[in-house]
């Protein structure tokens, strides 16, 4: 199947949060792949250095990255601002850092919350202010928050996930109003159950593979190149008129 070419994010500058493997790295290849100049951060330092690595192998431009835990803001922002000096202001922020931990209802400690928020959700309004500034200099960009289907289908097994991924929408709604006068567009895009290595290894069963058949329109399971597909053309000129939405991509499951 031919992929879409958007010749506006060639030289575009690209941050990714979570970037090292799973969706995140998918991303990362697609916008490389797109001639885009790609930093990323993960907390997870082999598998960031492996894909570099690979990309650089490949012929293709190596991406600058760090090893960051999102939930120290200081260092999230440094790296940020690390990114840029080497790169130059960015065009475009994907928020896509997450952990979906599973978890019940009776476990959760506040200690275990405040964990789980700076995560899902505190991570994404700091990285996102410390790109504002760069993006009103270019005079614009785009902003690509990842949510996810899951407090939509009322998921019971993760709470905390929830909450955070809920918390989403109302980031890219309210900073869409805010941000749209200096053309920064700001959207959301929501996954379905998609067959990461991760989730093949730890959530995916017979039973659980019966439950996406009975619940999605579509038949074919939902790939990380089908998620950075939307975020690529929200990250591209021809979305330009789109901003304050939730562009939900889940094989017909919602």
Request: charged share 20%; hydrophobic share 45%; aromatic share 6%.
């Amino acid at each position: 199947m031919s992929k879409a070419v958007y010749h506006s994010l060639r030289g575009r500058r690209v941050f990714i949060t979570g970037g090292g493997s799973g969706i995140g790295a998918t991303m990362v290849e697609a916008f490389v792949a797109q001639g885009a100049q790609v930093a990323f951060i993960d907390v997870a330092e082999a598998s960031s250095r492996a894909l570099a690595d690979s990309l650089a192998a490949a012929g293709q431009a190596a991406p600058w990255w760090r090893a960051c835990d999102v939930r120290d803001v200081p260092a999230l922002q440094a790296a940020i601002a690390d990114a840029a000096a080497a790169l130059g202001d960015f065009h475009v922020l994907v928020n896509n850092v997450a952990s979906d931990t599973r978890h019940t209802l009776a476990e959760i400690t506040p200690e275990f919350y405040d964990d789980r928020i700076a995560i899902n959700q505190r991570a994404a309004l700091f990285a996102l202010q410390a790109v504002v500034p760069g993006m009103q200099r270019l005079g614009g960009g785009s902003i690509v928050n990842l949510g996810s289907i899951s407090w939509q289908i009322k998921q019971p097994d993760l709470p905390c996930y929830t909450v955070a991924k809920s918390a989403v929408n109302g980031l890219t709604r309210g900073m869409a109003g805010l941000l749209g006068r200096d053309r920064i567009r700001v959207n959301t895009v929501s996954p379905g159950w998609v067959m990461t290595e991760r989730q093949l290894q730890l959530w995916v069963t017979p039973e659980s593979a019966k439950e996406i058949e009975r619940n999605q329109c579509l038949p074919d399971r939902l790939q990380p190149e089908d998620i950075a597909a939307m975020v690529l053309f929200l990250a591209s000129d021809d979305a330009k008129m789109c901003t304050a939405q939730e562009f939900i991509v889940d094989g017909g499951w919602r």
